[in-house]
């Protein structure tokens, strides 16, 4: 911990926190509770995405009540499994705090050094110089090691949201230098791919519904699906380059969509109709209506 973090800040006791930690130590011990005590790091790995997911939307819903609760829940697999790596003889909940303070003091120069940063993106830049250098700093020591050095995209899950994925991959790739001068360079990227898109697209065999059909050539399928990609991943870089969250922009698109088509059912039941028995033009004129609404 740095001079000025023991200087400017008093640390505060959190004796809620070890209760808790003791509490879960308790349910692990011999005498405690058998479904506890056969849990493995494994065995409780999906809870810990879940309960992230549930969290977001506590947040999302804005449920001060509802985000407490779903934050106890995420807290809660985060201690169990720090405890079931105590009882293994791995790390402790200890370890764990130590380790993540540290890094949050290493990735904030500009608060605990003599880095300077004027606002929240250049907080982020900063933010990928440290991990790079951190990332240089562990190839060196397993090279010393005889160890093969991880990639530099190894550290981005592949069992992330494929949007989230695409914009930590763009952001690791454009620290180590691989990066356009500016959004309008990603803007021409983009253009470049819709085209690509639309010509795989033009070349492929199709349905009589336009779509394209994937048992006469497969291969076709898979160009178009790989064209789609490469035009998302751009749209991701210009979102990352806008200083903008493509996985979040994307769920408010959805939740805008959610509000504004619930408002149509309810319109088209007020009439005592269901929304699949209006035309087209009166499916738009709802929409127009809900838009107008929600602006």
């Known amino acids: 911990m740095t001079e000025k973090l023991v200087a400017e800040v008093v640390a505060t006791d959190h004796p809620s926190f070890n209760d808790f930690v003791a509490t879960i130590e308790a349910l692990r011990a011999p005498d405690g ?3 506890d005590r056969e849990q493995t790091h494994q065995s409780i790995s999906s809870n810990m995405i879940e309960e992230a997911y549930e969290a977001v939307d506590a947040i999302e819903s804005q449920s001060v009540q509802h985000l407490r609760e779903e934050l106890g829940d995420v807290l809660l697999q985060v201690v169990l499994q720090s405890q079931i790596a105590a009882d293994a003889g791995e790390f402790t909940i200890d370890d764990v705090c130590r380790d993540i303070n540290e890094k949050m003091v290493r990735r904030h120069p500009h608060v605990f050094g003599e ?6 993106n250049e907080v982020l830049d900063l933010w990928d110089q440290v991990k790079m250098a951190e990332k240089q700093a562990a190839d060196s020591a397993a090279e010393a090691d005889a160890d093969e050095p991880e990639g530099l995209l190894d550290g981005v899950p592949k069992s992330f949201p494929a949007l989230m994925q695409a914009q930590k991959i763009s952001r690791k790739a454009a620290a180590a230098g691989f990066e356009w001068e500016s959004v ?6 983009v253009a470049e791919e819709v085209a690509e898109l639309r010509e795989a697209y033009a070349a492929a065999p199709k349905s009589s519904n336009g779509k394209v059909d994937g048992d006469a050539d497969p291969a076709a399928k898979q160009a178009v699906a ?11 870089n210009v979102a990352r380059k806008m200083g903008v969250n493509a996985e979040e922009s994307l769920r408010l698109t959805c939740a805008k969509f959610r509000t504004r088509w619930a408002f149509m059912e309810g319109a088209a039941a007020g009439q005592d109709r269901r929304i699949e028995d209006l035309s087209t033009e009166e499916m738009e004129e709802l929409w127009a209506m809900a838009k107008m609404l929600q602006g």
């Open 33 to 35: 509770c058998p479904w």
């Open 115 to 120: 880095a300077q940063a004027a606002d929240a």
């Open 184 to 189: 309008d360079g990603v803007w021409e990227k």
């Open 226 to 236: 790989l064209e789609f990609g490469d035009v998302l991943f751009s749209l991701v």
